[in-house]
DNA sequence: TTCATAACAGTAATCATTACTTTTATTATA
DNA sequence: TATAATAAAAGTAATGATTACTGTTATGAA
């Protein structure tokens, strides 16, 4: 059985009011200001069963550390090459590519896994570590 | 200036005679037949090389190793969720995605990463762990 | 042939993440 | 409210993938 946690309400309070869909590092350090004995793995397991829940949501990005979303609507992100920062994307999901992939392929695609890169607005108007 | 390296080339050719996307880890144990002393570091160093010069490509599933490619041919990849292999699709370049993505972001769209992810042939007919 | 150095083998270090061990906090029940 | 069972914590150790470091060897220009 689930038991509640002080620790895992603010990791969750924590991404809910964030959208630059930090790292595990980024997230002990904040949350060490409210729980200055919080270890790193415990931010670990519960990022990891806050994802398993479904109310949190985890982002690979490539290369670099896990990032994770409290944004658990479905949604498209933008990993700017300039200055590292993802960002969330307007654009609804686009299932069509999910048959296009599906023509000639005689197993069975379930969805896939997306996002664009390039030049953050921040970074287009200022420059690389403008941001 | 580059110089010409023979383990450099086994590992080039070893990847372009292979479509089974081959991590770092399995790359160096089928090089050792041929090179006993070669060196793990030697693989990676190579390899990051070799998609520097673009003669192969990197492509990252989500968790797991990093796997190589030694078809520099834009093309996306198929994961199966049941036994972990990576398929080639025949599919081409999805270009108006990133045309769909950068409407209504004023930041600059260069590509996008994807891949789709469900039940490859083999194990929709043997079931998982037939292959 | 000599020489400069790219690339090597071997090993140590790093980074992100997971696992383990003991203690603490939560919650159902007496 | 007190007791007891156990989920979750803190703290630390271990793992897996990858990168960096340190002599040594192989390549290729002079």
Redesign the interface.
């Known amino acids: 059985m689930q038991k509640y946690s002080r620790q895992r309400e603010a990791i969750k309070n924590f991404l809910a009011a964030r959208y630059d869909h930090p790292a595990a590092e980024t997230i002990y350090m904040s949350i060490r200001e409210e729980f200055p004995n919080i270890s790193l793995g415990t931010v670990y397991r519960n990022l990891a069963l806050l994802s398993e829940l479904g109310e949190i949501r985890k982002i ?1 990005i ?2 670099g550390p896990e990032r994770y979303d409290g944004n658990t609507e479905p949604h ?1 992100h ?1 990993v ?2 300039c200055c590292g920062g993802v ?1 969330d ?3 609804r999901e ?1 299932e069509h ?2 048959i ?2 599906g ?19 921040a ?2 108007t200022h420059g690389c570590g403008g941001k």
Chains 1, 2 share one sequence.
């Open positions: 690979s490539g290369s498209y933008f700017c090459k960002l994307l307007g654009i686009m590519i999910d296009l992939a023509q000639n392929f005689d197993g069975e695609i379930e969805g896939h896994f997306a996002y664009f890169y390039g030049t953050c607005p970074c287009v």
